[in-house]
């Protein structure tokens, strides 16, 4: 009987020995499912949530300025101007003149090679 009682005292010794890291495993990963998943989750929606609310200010103002172009091309001084500026358009009777910018010096390329082929004949 002593070796059945040594036995089973070997072996909860070994149950009691292992019980603790499975124990130890279960809570850790306890704590993985219940706090650091979600907190994740979390924080990347709030993340997300702060990206889009950006975009939507963005897009706001940018729907402000349009507005603010739309009311503007009610004026009918507004479109005179734009056909003017952008068009070069006139209205009947009226001359326009268009100023050209001054011509630009001519490309100085060196007489060495590999440009001595680019030079203008003379």
């Keep these: ?16 020995r292992l019980a603790w890291p499975l124990l130890l495993a279960v809570v850790t990963g306890g704590v993985l499912v219940l706090g650091v998943f979600p907190t994740r989750t ?3 929606q709030r993340r997300t949530v702060a990206a889009a609310e950006a975009r939507l200010r963005e897009l706001e103002d940018t729907n402000r300025a349009l507005e603010a172009e739309v009311r503007a091309l009610d004026d009918d ?3 005179e101007r734009l056909a003017r500026e ?11 003149y268009r100023i050209l910018p001054p011509a630009q010096d001519p490309v100085v390329v060196p007489r060495t090679w590999p440009f001595n082929g680019l030079a203008p004949e003379r």
């Design 1 to 16: 009987m002593s070796r059945s009682r040594s036995r089973e005292a070997a072996r909860g010794r070994l149950v009691r």
């Design 42 to 44: 979390y924080l990347d």
């Design 77 to 79: 001084a507004e479109i």
């Design 86 to 96: 952008q068009y070069g358009l006139a209205r009947p009777g009226e001359e326009v």
